[in-house]
């Protein structure tokens, strides 16, 4: 089975472009996460979604990150503008509760650098 | 957010070594997960608890649901070269309400193996 999809694997570009990361869950599981891992603090979770609608977005750094799920198979985690402490590997996971499970399973990240 | 206190941070054992990590929160949990991470990949899942005083293995690795809820324990048993990586615990809240779902990761144990 395919697991969790990120793209691109990694991103290189300047302050104040639009960074786009892209991930496709796992196919069945109705919970999707955003997270963001860096050296100083950890992995964050920065929104999440369940049926393609946005739970929690208390993580969500600032007005510049935004995050969609069009549907079931695709998500989009947005910075616009982005700056150099934005510098970080981007994490997308999903799982599904259908058996009271909160197991996690996790793509492979994006490692976005903004100079 | 919230963390979870992970212990050791780093451990450097020669193969063969037995090794024992733990995790603890100030908050009771109903679920346990263990992760590990190896450079340039998202978190793989190793063991999930989710009952207090539950002990489960995956090989030669056992994991432990303390009984108080707040605290999990990871062991591995004759250490290779390939258990080289960062091992994250993650706890799910005990929380009736809808959004229980989060995860809250421990800060990691890295793990290296001396020839």
């Known amino acids: 089975d395919a697991g969790v999809i990120q793209s691109p694997r990694h991103e290189v570009t300047e302050m104040g472009q639009e960074v786009t990361l892209r991930c496709k869950p796992i196919?069945?599981?109705?919970?999707l996460f955003w997270y963001r891992q860096t050296m100083m603090r950890g992995l964050e979770l920065l929104i999440y979604f369940n049926n393609n609608v946005p739970i929690d977005d208390s993580g969500m750094p600032e007005d510049r990150f935004s995050a969609k799920m069009p549907n079931a198979s695709f998500s989009t985690l947005k910075i616009q503008p982005s700056e150099p402490r934005d510098s970080a590997v981007y994490f997308c996971a999903s799982s599904t509760t259908q058996r009271e499970s909160y197991e996690q399973y996790f793509g492979p990240g994006t490692r976005l650098t903004v100079t | 957010g919230q963390q979870l206190n992970q212990s050791p941070q780093s451990m450097f054992i020669q193969e063969g070594e037995d090794v024992s990590m733990n995790c603890t929160s100030s908050s009771i949990f109903n679920t346990w997960l263990w992760y590990k991470q190896e450079p340039g990949e998202g978190p793989v899942l190793l063991i999930a608890?989710?009952?207090?005083?539950e002990l489960t293995s995956n090989g030669r690795l056992t994991a432990q649901f303390g009984i108080t809820r707040k605290d999990s324990f990871l062991n591995i048993s004759a250490s290779i070269p390939s258990d080289v990586g960062i091992y994250f615990c993650a706890g799910q809240l005990n929380r009736a309400n809808f959004g229980n779902e989060k995860l809250t990761f421990g800060t990691g144990t890295r793990l290296t193996i001396i020839p």
């Open positions: 196919s069945g599981h109705d919970y």
């Open positions: 608890l989710y009952k207090a005083g």
